[in-house]
C-alpha cells in the first residue's frame, strides 16, 4: 500500500514538473508586438456589484460585462490608449407595489458606459496591470404603471484591472482579466471577470 501512495505522488509531482515546464516554454514565447503596435482587446463576461445598496428589498446583483480596449504599444512595458464597453450594476424586479396612485410593478435596471483613458504595463511573463481614469454615462431604466423612464447622467470614475494570457501562440493570446469599475460620483462599482482577447490591428 504504502509503495503504491509512493509510485502515485512520484508520478503526480512529474506530472506536475511537465506541466510547469511546458507552461513556462509557452510564457517565453514572444510577444505578439515587436515594435510599435496598435492592439485591440475585447472582452466579456460576469460581472458583480459591489457596493452597498440601502433599500428595504434584494437587488440582483450579478449581471454582463462586454469590454473593448484600443492601446498603443511602443517598443517599452508602458502602454497607453482609451476603453469603453458596457456593463450592468443591478436590478430589481418588485410586484404589487404599493402606492398613494395604487398597486403596480415596478423594475429599476442601471448600467454603465465607461469611457476612460488607460495606461497598462506587463509586469511579468503573461501578466499586465492596467489602471484607468475618466467617466462613465450611468443610465437608470425605471418601468412603473407601464410607463418607462430612461436617464442617463454621467459620473467621473476610475478603473484598475489584471489580466494574464496564455500564449497559444505568438499571434493568439487569448486570457482572463478581473477589473474594478468604479463611477466615484455615484457611488457604484462592480468587479468583473472576463475573458480577453487581443487582436493585434496594426504594427509598424
Request: glycine share 8%.
Amino acid at each position: 500500500m504504502m509503495r503504491q501512495l509512493i509510485i502515485s505522488c512520484i508520478l503526480v509531482f512529474a506530472a506536475m514538473t511537465a506541466v510547469v515546464r511546458a507552461q513556462s516554454a509557452t510564457d517565453s514565447l514572444p510577444l505578439p508586438v515587436r515594435a510599435s503596435s496598435l492592439v485591440l482587446t475585447v472582452g466579456g463576461g460576469y460581472s458583480r456589484y459591489m457596493m452597498p445598496y440601502e433599500a428595504p428589498f434584494t437587488i440582483d446583483r450579478n449581471g454582463a460585462v462586454l469590454s473593448a480596449r484600443l492601446l498603443w504599444h511602443p517598443d517599452h512595458r508602458l502602454r497607453l490608449g482609451v476603453e469603453s464597453g458596457w456593463t450592468r450594476f443591478y436590478t430589481y424586479k418588485r410586484t404589487d407595489v404599493e402606492t398613494s396612485f395604487g398597486t403596480t410593478d415596478a423594475s429599476l435596471s442601471l448600467s454603465a458606459v465607461p469611457l476612460l483613458a488607460v495606461f497598462s504595463m506587463q509586469i511579468h511573463g503573461a501578466v499586465t496591470l492596467f489602471a484607468g481614469s475618466g467617466g462613465y454615462f450611468v443610465r437608470s431604466h425605471a418601468v412603473s404603471f407601464g410607463t418607462t423612464v430612461d436617464v442617463t447622467r454621467f459620473s467621473q470614475g476610475w478603473m484598475a484591472a489584471v489580466s494574464w494570457d496564455y500564449p497559444v501562440w505568438p499571434e493568439f493570446r487569448p486570457g482572463l482579466e478581473l477589473t474594478w469599475y468604479g463611477a466615484t460620483e455615484f457611488g457604484d462599482g462592480v468587479v468583473t471577470l472576463q475573458l480577453r482577447l487581443p487582436i493585434t490591428l496594426i504594427r509598424w
